[in-house]
C-alpha cells in the first residue's frame, strides 16, 4: 500500500439512506474499500481507514493486547470489533454508515470530515465545535 497521509476538512452531507461521499482527493483512495470504526471511549466520530491502514492499526495496538488473561484488554478488543464495518464505497465515491452510529453521533444533514493523518473522521460538526470550543482549538 502506498502511503497515504490524510488531511484537510471537509463539510459533506449524510442522505437520507445514511450515505457520505468521501472527499474527492481520496476517492481513489478508498475506491477499494473502507473499514468504518467507532471507538466507544474515544472521540464521537466515525474513522474511516484504508483496509491496509486498518490492518497496519490492528497489529500495533489490538494484536498485542492480551485477550485471554486481561479481561479490559478482552472487553475493549470486543468493543473494536463491535463497532467496526467493512464497507464498499459506490460509484460516488459515498460509503453507507450504519443507522446505530449515525443514531449514537446524531449524524444528519451536514457532516464535517476531518483528515488525521492515517483515516478520516465522520463529526457531527456540532459535537467537533463543541470538543474544540472545551479544548480552546480550532472552533
Request: include cysteine; aromatic fraction near 10%; glycine fraction near 6%.
Amino acid at each position: 500500500m502506498e502511503r497515504v497521509l490524510l488531511s484537510g476538512e471537509f463539510e459533506h452531507t449524510v442522505d437520507p439512506k445514511g450515505r457520505v461521499t468521501l472527499p474527492a482527493r481520496y476517492r481513489d483512495y478508498f475506491s477499494r474499500g473502507a473499514v468504518l470504526v467507532r471507538f466507544q471511549d474515544d472521540e464521537p466520530c466515525v474513522r474511516v481507514y484504508h483496509p491496509d491502514a486498518w490492518r497496519e492499526f490492528d497489529a500495533k495496538y489490538i494484536e498485542p493486547l492480551n485477550v485471554f488473561e486481561n479481561p479490559d484488554h478482552s472487553w475493549r478488543t470486543r468493543e473494536i470489533y463491535r463497532n467496526q464495518d467493512e464497507v464498499e464505497p459506490d460509484r460516488q465515491g459515498r460509503v453507507l454508515i450504519p443507522a446505530q452510529r449515525i443514531r449514537e453521533l446524531g449524524l444528519s444533514g451536514k457532516v464535517k470530515i476531518i483528515g488525521n493523518r492515517t483515516h478520516l473522521e465522520i463529526w457531527n460538526p456540532e459535537t467537533l465545535a463543541e470538543l474544540e470550543r472545551k479544548r480552546g482549538g480550532h472552533a
